[in-house]
């Protein structure tokens, strides 16, 4: 009896062992990615937002602000894949990213699935159209109302969903995987409009040297949207250290020093919070 004992005193120790490392990682993320020496960060490669250089370098407003707070929280680097915005809180719950550092706007729908930040990078909606916006379009809805207009748009984004919702049938919404490629077929006349926000069409438009198309913004009824970094809904206390060290650099002039060269508003972010972003119609 006494070796059945020990086997079942050895099988027991054994099963709790393994419900200890099954039980969902108590340990606290944040000590998670301190020992792991970097965060693993969702991006789009849409400039200013996010950029990946010809040598593969990591810039844009919002992973140069995640990598300042991450440091702060003491970990030193941030590692990037790009993903569709329609793929990235996807990636985030399914564990592939440690947070979305994106321009990833606060929407009631996403607030719901993720756990922002406070607000980090501003910036109203805008239509990439021929020259002298010949169509005349203003708003989703102006788009909606020509039956020969169709609007290029990131997938799952919120341009995607703003055109959907003023009525663009599916057809006429056509996904656009980049900001090259939405230039691109914009110029061939495959799409009428390119939506994207006013500061990555600037961007866009500028770099293109272009001068048959040009930018119309704001987009007439579409509210001026924020982002935060977002991280799974399970790691609020890693997302209240990010919030803790976020505040400091707001206060001390270093997030505007961070973002406003890329032309966003540190002003924008601070007059607004997620709860209020997050409660928007
Ligand atoms: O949050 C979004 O869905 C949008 N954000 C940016 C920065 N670009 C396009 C995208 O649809």
């Known amino acids: 009896m006494k070796t059945f004992g020990i086997l079942a005193g050895t099988a027991g120790l054994a099963l709790m062992a393994a419900m200890a490392v099954s039980q969902p990682a108590l340990a606290d993320k944040l000590e998670d990615l301190r020992e792991q020496g970097f965060a693993r960060v969702a991006i789009a490669n849409e400039p200013p937002y996010t950029a990946v250089g010809a040598d593969g370098k990591v810039s844009g407003a919002a992973p140069d602000v995640a990598r300042a707070v991450f440091k702060r929280l003491g970990i030193d680097e941030i590692v990037a894949s790009i993903s569709e915005y329609g793929a990235m809180i996807p990636g985030l719950q399914a564990g592939r990213h440690d947070a979305?550092?994106?321009?990833?706007?606060?929407?009631?729908?996403?607030?719901?699935?993720?756990?922002?930040s406070q607000p980090i990078l501003c910036d109203a909606e805008a239509?990439?159209?021929?020259?002298?916006?010949?169509?005349?379009?203003?708003?989703?809805?102006d788009i909606a109302k020509d039956e020969a207009a169709t609007i290029g748009a990131p997938g799952g984004g919120t341009e995607e969903k703003a055109a959907l919702?003023?009525?663009?049938?599916?057809?006429?919404?056509?996904?656009?995987?980049?900001?090259?490629?939405?230039?691109?077929?914009?110029?061939?006349?495959?799409?009428?409009?390119?939506?994207?926000?006013?500061?990555?069409?600037?961007?866009?438009?500028?770099?293109?040297?272009?001068?048959?198309?040009?930018?119309?913004?704001?987009?007439?009824?579409?509210?001026?949207?924020?982002?935060?970094?977002?991280?799974?809904?399970?790691?609020?206390?890693?997302?209240?250290?990010?919030?803790?060290?976020?505040?400091?650099?707001?206060?001390?002039?270093e997030f505007a020093e961070i973002i406003e060269p890329y032309g966003f508003s540190a002003a924008a972010a601070m007059s607004t919070s997620r709860e209020k972003l997050c409660a928007a119609k």
């Open 100 to 116: 979305v550092t994106a321009g990833l706007f606060m929407k009631p729908e996403r607030c719901a699935a993720v756990a922002y």
């Open 127 to 141: 239509f990439l159209v021929k020259k002298g916006n010949p169509g005349g379009y203003r708003s989703f809805a």
């Open 165 to 253: 919702e003023a009525g663009v049938p599916r057809d006429r919404v056509i996904v656009v995987p980049d900001g090259q490629s939405g230039l691109k077929m914009l110029q061939d006349g495959r799409i009428t409009v390119y939506s994207l926000p006013v500061l990555s069409l600037n961007d866009l438009k500028k770099k293109s040297g272009d001068d048959s198309i040009e930018v119309f913004a704001p987009v007439e009824g579409a509210p001026v949207y924020c982002d935060g970094t977002a991280f799974r809904k399970q790691d609020t206390a890693l997302r209240d250290a990010y919030d803790v060290e976020l505040a400091k650099m707001k206060a001390s002039g």
